[in-house]
């Protein structure tokens, strides 16, 4: 059973960093497409970084490019999402997700397996 468990979201305020881990269990890491995803109250889900599995290429949200950092240990079976110089509009309950080895656009539908979510919430 492939299981995905998110942990690190907090109360922050603005400029501050946080970073976001998620423990995998039943399924290889290092075969496996990850990303990160994040969903505000009254928005949709969006995505916010993923690495592919295929080449190793990475994927950020215009809106997080410069302050987020997606990366992964395969060795302890964790990925991760540093978050620096936070903003309220970074708002949300973020979530690790899962693919197989196949090329992502980074886009929901493509991945398989998520977890149960971790709240991050920027305020003053």
């Known amino acids: 059973q492939v299981r995905l468990v998110e942990s690190g979201g907090a109360l922050v305020q603005p400029g501050g960093s946080l970073r976001l881990d998620c423990a995998v269990s039943?399924?290889?890491?290092?075969?496996?497409?990850i990303g990160w995803f994040r969903q505000a109250p009254g928005k949709e889900r969006e995505a916010v970084s993923c690495?592919?599995?295929?080449?190793?290429?990475?994927y950020y949200a215009d809106s997080v490019r410069g302050r987020f950092t997606i990366f992964r240990d395969n060795a302890k079976n964790m990925m991760y999402l540093r978050m620096n110089n936070l903003k309220p509009e970074d708002t949300a309950d973020y979530y690790c997700?899962?693919?197989?080895?196949?090329?992502?656009?980074?886009?929901?539908?493509?991945?398989?397996?998520w977890g149960q979510g971790t709240q991050v919430t920027v305020s003053s």
């Open positions: 997700a899962l693919r197989d080895s196949r090329p992502t656009h980074c886009l929901g539908f493509e991945y398989d397996y």
């Open positions: 039943g399924f290889m890491l290092d075969s496996a497409g």
């Open positions: 690495i592919s599995a295929s080449d190793g290429s990475t």
